[in-house]
């Protein structure tokens, strides 16, 4: 099992930029690929970014490709995800998530572990 604590969001200006960081604890980091989602409220979890278990293949959703930017570290068993140009429609609780195996998948409900969620709000 992994436990998975996000750290990072908080309230910044249309255009600004955050970095939100998924830290892991348990079982081999490197064991997971990993995603980041997001639920605004009112709204279905939506599906933001994945990373292969070593990092080298990514994918992102079309609302977020070319602004935000998913990373990994497996020496420090930490996620991210680099928020740049941020719009006000990016609000949400973002969530990171860990999927053992290596399928790749862009699908929640393909995601065995959880974490609480960051809020990031963005003003216009």
């Known amino acids: 099992q992994v436990q998975l604590v996000e750290s990072g969001g908080g309230l910044v200006q249309a255009g600004g930029s955050l970095r939100l960081s998924c830290a892991a604890s348990?079982?081999?980091?490197?064991?997971?690929?990993m995603g980041w989602f997001r639920q605004a409220p009112g709204r279905e979890r939506e599906f933001v970014a994945w990373i292969s278990r070593r990092g080298f293949t990514t994918s992102s959703a079309d609302s977020v490709k070319g602004r935000f930017t998913i990373s990994r570290d497996n020496a420090k068993n930490t996620v991210y995800l680099q928020m740049n140009s941020l719009k006000p429609e990016d609000t949400a609780v973002y969530h990171c998530?860990?999927?053992?195996?290596?399928?790749?998948?862009?699908?929640?409900?393909?995601?065995?572990?959880w974490g609480q969620g960051t809020q990031v709000t963005v003003s216009s």
């Open positions: 998530a860990a999927r053992e195996g290596e399928y790749y998948t862009s699908s929640s409900d393909e995601y065995d572990y």
């Open positions: 348990g079982r081999t980091f490197s064991s997971y690929v």
